[in-house]
């Protein structure tokens, strides 16, 4: 669950990311956890997957009007987690 936390938190700061660039701003995740958690954000309708018809095809997550709620209420505790787990340093 923690992830999926990560992903809805980096969202919201970060705005709409295409999957490569949510890989880069979360580090130590695999492509396969991210696909599946993406996949069930999708599911639970906190994260829309954006297709535009290409060429070439694009991909993009963008949070829904809940997943943006659920984004905001979760970014301060991610980055308290972050900052506790001594992946981000508090000055």
């Given at each position: ?15 709409p990311r295409r999957f490569n660039q949510l890989k880069t701003l979360l580090a130590g995740i695999s ?61």
């Open positions: 669950m923690i992830r999926e936390l990560e992903i809805l938190s980096t969202l919201y700061i970060a705005g492509s396969r956890t991210l696909s599946d958690k993406l996949r069930f954000l999708v599911e639970e309708e906190l994260v829309i997957r954006k297709v535009d018809d290409g060429p070439p095809v694009r991909v993009e997550y963008i949070l829904s009007e809940h997943g943006e709620t659920c984004g905001r209420l979760l970014s301060p505790l991610v980055a308290h987690l972050k900052i506790r787990n001594g992946s981000v340093r508090s000055e």
